[in-house]
């Protein structure tokens, strides 16, 4: 009874896999999922974007300020005064007896400031080490956060990079309309910067009245309403920040308008909690982005450390908003230096290009083959039909992104394809030599030949997968190019043949060796 050839049962099902799912991206249809074309390919939209870092030191300053406060607050120390000063934060202990104490707290919990005193008065400021690793975590922190943004909205791998010392490049393929346009760019642009803020009650009333040099005198700012041309002044001083916020999402209100829903963490839960607890009757402002979208009173202690932003959003403002909320904030606004829109042509002619040299490529790949190895050249070809087939199959599958480099990674997996199936056939044809059978000679030379393909291929994927990790935009393209091909090749050049070796080595006659292996029989002992 004739064993089951399970090689050709995997390759027949790769092999016809390969071209169904490769089909949708080979014919452009709109049925099944396709390959994406990068922007060097598709046209798109290409930016350079500055970080005004010196906002990040502002920021993080007042971040240090609501710790401060809290902290003191849970210490129950008392103090007064406590103001943002452009040297740092001063305030003033009412008790001597808690110098000792709040002097432990800032050097336990502070990292990164120090601590000067004035007779009660003390000034806590961030070491210049600290205001330096601030505008450099402002920069690498807006790439990560602009990616998420991006990979949250949808958009197909788009690059992200750090450029230089204080620049961001950003090249989103796909985008085609100016409304498309605008949007990714207020999505990109939008600090998302969350605040809750306490409302001066004391001197709301007089807010009209004021000018924000009068305002800043007694530790407030004035903030306009998101929607109405009220103004609002609130303490300078949040009560808590977005880098406590862990989750965002949309809802909709009780007149189903939509709202955005926000989640705190352990620490933001308790602060927000304790200062709900302490301001019954007063009222408290959700500041986004230096803009007041609701001031409610606080009728009761509010527990759980959930949230909600109302402001007349339309779905489109409420979504995205929720997408830059739960991407996180970024530390600095970003600004857009240079913008290009780059068209489709380019693509067009770079895909023309490339297919012209990846079919003169197979074309002279396969022609050496049949020449030099006759029918088995012709088997070989098959495995590297099957392989493109594959490759562009299994990209188009996981939603993979072709680039310029990409499209060079297929042409160079053709030959290293091809490579696998030369070094097998060399194998086969030494044994030949030596005046063994066919059969003989074709599973010696895949034994043979199997280790010296499988090391090269493993370190070659190793490289690739270095590439990948650690690159960005047409490197991961032609990393991940190189890497499905390497996979598919180990399947198509050693499983593939040599299940169909397996299937036809009966039919071989001996004297055809020379039109099979491009042997000649006088070669062999």
Not at 170 to 197: C, F, N
Request: glycine share 8%; hydrophobic share 45%.
């Amino acid at each position: 009874m004739k064993m089951f050839n399970y090689r050709v049962v995997i390759f027949l099902f790769a092999f016809i896999f390969g071209i169904v799912f490769s089909l949708p991206s080979l014919l452009q249809s709109d049925w099944g999922k396709k390959i994406t074309l990068g922007l060097d390919l598709q046209g798109g939209l290409h930016m350079v974007l500055g970080v005004k870092s010196e906002v990040a030191i502002e920021s993080r300053t007042k971040s240090i300020a609501t710790s401060i406060k809290y902290l003191l607050d849970d210490q129950e120390i008392i103090y007064d005064n406590v103001a943002i000063k452009q040297n740092g934060i001063t305030l003033e202990l009412l008790d001597s007896d808690d110098v000792a104490k709040f002097q432990a707290i800032v050097k336990k919990e502070l990292e990164g400031t120090t601590l000067t005193q004035n007779g009660m008065v003390f000034t806590i400021a961030m070491t210049p080490e600290e205001i330096e690793r601030t505008k450099q975590n402002a920069i690498s922190q807006a790439v990560e956060t602009i990616r998420s943004r991006l990979d949250l909205f949808g958009l197909a791998e788009p690059t992200v990079a750090k450029q230089g010392e204080d620049k961001i490049l950003v090249e989103i393929p796909g985008i085609k309309t100016p409304a498309d346009e605008q949007r990714v760019r207020e999505l990109i642009a939008k600090t998302a910067h969350l605040q809750m803020m306490a409302v001066d009650e004391d001197r709301a009333a007089r807010v009209l009245s004021m000018s924000e040099a009068e305002a800043a005198q007694y530790g407030d700012v004035i903030l306009n309403d998101v929607k109405t041309p009220e103004k609002y002044l609130l303490k300078e001083i949040p009560v808590l920040d977005g880098s406590m916020l862990t989750d965002a999402s949309v809802g909709y209100s009780q007149s189903n308008q939509p709202v955005i829903n926000f989640v705190l963490n352990g620490e933001g839960a308790k602060i927000f909690g304790d200062f709900s607890g302490k301001s019954v009757g007063k009222r408290m402002a959700i500041v986004l982005d230096n803009k007041v979208y609701s001031a409610p009173v606080i009728n009761e202690r509010i527990g759980g450390g959930k949230g909600q932003i109302s402001g007349n959003f339309t779905q489109q403002e409420a979504h995205d908003i929720a997408i830059a909320l739960r991407s996180g904030a970024l530390l600095a606004p970003v600004v857009v230096e240079e913008k290009r829109t780059i068209g489709p042509s380019l693509g067009a002619d770079s895909i023309q290009s490339s297919t012209i040299a990846l079919v003169v490529g197979f074309g002279a790949v396969a022609l050496f083959m049949i020449v030099y190895y006759g029918l088995s050249g012709v088997l070989a070809n098959i495995a590297l039909i099957a392989n493109l087939f594959i490759i562009i199959a299994v990209m188009a599958l996981f939603g993979a992104t072709l680039t310029l480099p990409g499209m060079a990674g297929i042409v160079l997996t053709v030959g290293m394809a091809v490579d696998s199936n030369v070094i097998i056939l060399e194998r086969i044809r030494e044994v030949l030599r030596e005046g063994k059978s066919i059969a003989k000679a074709i599973e010696d030379g895949y034994a043979n030949a199997f280790s010296a393909i499988f090391d090269a291929n493993i370190t070659t994927l190793i490289a690739a997968v270095a590439l990948y990790v650690y690159g960005t935009g047409p490197i991961k393209g032609f990393a991940l190019t190189i890497s499905i091909g390497i996979l598919v090749s180990m399947l198509t050049a050693i499983l593939g043949t040599h299940g169909i070796y397996n299937m036809i080595v009966s039919k071989i006659d001996k004297n055809a060796i020379s039109k099979w292996f491009g042997i000649k029989k006088e070669e062999t002992i």
